[in-house]
T-cell receptor
Framework: GDSVTQMEGPVTLSEEAFLTINCTYT??????LFWYVQYPGEGLQLLLK?????DKGSNKGFEATYRKETTSFHLEKGSVQVSDSAVYFC?????????FGSGTKLNVKP | NAGVTQTPKFQVLKTGQSMTLQCAQD?????MYWYRQDPGMGLRLIYY???????DKGEVPNGYNVSRLNKREFSLRLESAAPSQTSVYFC??????????????FGSGTRLTVV
């Protein structure tokens, strides 16, 4: 069945460091791919998405490229801030069903 | 600008008690969902309602029931709470656009503890 695998956390970085959170997926057909962010005590918020191969989603300095050849959708940011500390979820949507990864906690230290 | 509203935000139950988690959305979305979030397991779908008047089981429906009261509201009921149902519960809604769902809007969650 369809599934999403993302790197385990927590990931701890210093402010202004480069961020990569890996995400790979297994799916039939042509899924859409998403990154959601969850700040402490809040629900999930859509961060970015890509609906077809080679699309790049971007928002708030974060980027992810839909790579069908490697079945990946890695999240990157060139310079993280303390305010980026949160849990990040990779997800895929296929045939009207969502599948979420287990989440990666990011801690950014000043 | 409410989006998806869940009540209550926190709840402690004794084993065997019942309760209903409420969810309402004001975005005129057709589809609504209930998820639970447990450490290291991401979000798992409990039940969903693709449209008013329909409900379907998700990945982990045992011990739960749902009601799609109208287009706005989708409630989740625990008839006899068990400690294994201690979790954070999220309601979400979505709307198809060009035949593809654009993504979910999530509520802020209900933290439930069963003792």
């Amino acid at each position: 069945g369809d599934s999403v695998t993302q790197m385990e956390g927590p990931v701890t970085l210093s402010e202004e460091a480069f961020l990569t959170i890996n995400c790979t997926y297994t799916a039939t057909g042509y899924p859409s791919l998403f990154w959601y962010v969850q700040y402490p005590g809040e629900g999930l918020q859509l961060l970015l998405k890509a609906t077809k191969a080679d699309d790049k989603g971007s928002n708030k300095g974060f980027e992810a490229t839909y790579r069908k050849e490697t079945t990946s959708f890695h999240l990157e940011k060139g310079s993280v801030q303390v305010s980026d500390s949160a849990v990040y979820f990779c997800a895929l949507l296929n045939f009207n069903k969502f599948y979420f990864g287990s989440g990666t906690k990011l801690n950014v230290k000043p | 600008n409410a989006g998806v509203t869940q009540t209550p935000k926190f709840q402690v139950l004794k084993t065997g008690q019942s309760m209903t988690l409420q969810c309402a959305q004001d975005m005129n979305h057709n589809s609504m969902y209930w998820y639970r979030q447990d450490p290291g397991m991401g979000l798992r779908l409990i039940y969903y309602s693709a449209s008013e008047g329909t409900t379907d089981k998700g990945e982990v429906p045992n011990g739960y029931n749902v009601s799609r009261l109208n287009k706005r509201e989708f409630s989740l009921r625990l008839e006899s709470a068990a400690p294994s149902q201690t979790s954070v519960y999220f309601c979400a809604s979505s709307e198809a656009a060009r035949g593809r769902i654009e993504g979910y809007t999530f509520g802020s969650g209900t933290r439930l503890t069963v003792v």
